[in-house]
């Protein structure tokens, strides 16, 4: 079995800041850092640093050649990456003291993926492998279907949350991974309870990770529901914590571990990760974690 990230590569331009800028203020960085990111890069490197062995697929812009070699340092092979993107896609994040973000995307290159590489991608693929995708890059509609038609088991992170989602066929979707506001917005349900019991009632085989924050984190399939608590820690920077979590849940699901114990390296990861300053860079690996 093969794990498929087909997911965005960003540079992460983060401005340490005393608060969010507000409507119509000016506002002075205490810092600037840059760093790899991207939602689809994060994952990937979770994954490879939680042990599985992950593809990617995706595309960048000439400025983008490190973010490449990050990929490949981390053990990630990156022979379905494109290079010849417009410009790569960035972020404009602000930190604040207490470790809050705010993120500001441009799509670039992530938006620019051709019908023929998603084809060419998915033709070295084949049934029982897992696809992991996130909503930073173009026709996530058409990946899921293809995917979908062979066999591919499929892992949807609906980040950035987008009304394009809402019309997305979950039934197609084996792994949900969601946090409280995303729940919100596919369900109507702000209660946690209450999003769950609206995705077993509508997508039964769905299998959903609930990311509750500082309470924790929930897991519902039809065979069972599994909660697990999350580790207290002084919070730096929560920017990869959500894509730490989900590589390390993932890569431990993927290699026949329980999903009690999945569920807690996945949380103790997390917790690693919020500890530290950066996205990728902030993504402990296994013997940290352990």
Not at 57 to 82: C, M, R, S, W, Y
Not at 227 to 247: C, E, M, N, R
Not at 257 to 262: D, G, L, Q, S
Request: with cysteine.
């Amino acid at each position: 079995m093969k794990i498929l990230n087909y997911g965005s590569l960003n540079i992460d331009k983060v401005y340490r800041v005393p608060h969010f800028v507000r409507e119509g203020e000016t506002l002075s960085s205490l810092n600037y850092s840059e760093y790899c990111g991207g939602k689809g890069l994060n994952q990937s490197i979770a994954l490879s640093r939680a042990g599985a062995d992950v593809y990617h697929a995706g595309k960048i812009g000439p400025d983008g050649a490190f973010l490449l070699t990050e990929l490949q340092k981390n053990g990630v092979h990156t022979e379905f990456i494109e290079g010849d993107g417009s410009v790569t896609g960035h972020a404009i994040i602000q930190v604040t003291d207490t470790g809050e973000n705010s993120i500001l995307l441009f799509g670039g290159a992530n938006k620019e993926i051709g019908h023929h590489h998603i084809d060419h991608v998915l033709s070295r693929f084949e049934a029982g492998d897992l696809l992991v995708l996130q909503n930073e890059i173009n026709d996530l509609d058409i990946i899921i279907e293809k995917g979908y038609k062979k066999g591919m088991f499929i892992a949807l992170n609906p980040s950035p949350m987008t009304e394009p989602l809402l019309q997305l066929d979950l039934s197609k979707i084996t792994y949900l991974i969601v946090n409280e506001v995303e729940g919100e917005r596919l369900t109507g349900h702000r209660d946690p309870e209450k999003i769950l019991a609206s995705f077993h009632g509508e997508f039964p085989q769905l299998k959903v990770v609930l990311t509750l924050g500082a309470q924790g984190v929930i897991y519902q399939s039809e065979i069972e529901t599994v909660k697990q608590k999350s580790f207290q820690v002084d919070v730096i920077d929560t920017t990869a914590a959500g894509d730490t979590f989900l590589g390390y849940f993932l890569s431990g699901i993927f290699n026949d571990m329980k999903t009690v114990n999945a569920l807690r390296i996945a949380s103790k990861a997390a917790s690693i990760a919020v500890s530290r300053e950066g996205a990728a860079s902030s993504i402990p690996h296994l013997y940290e974690v352990e």
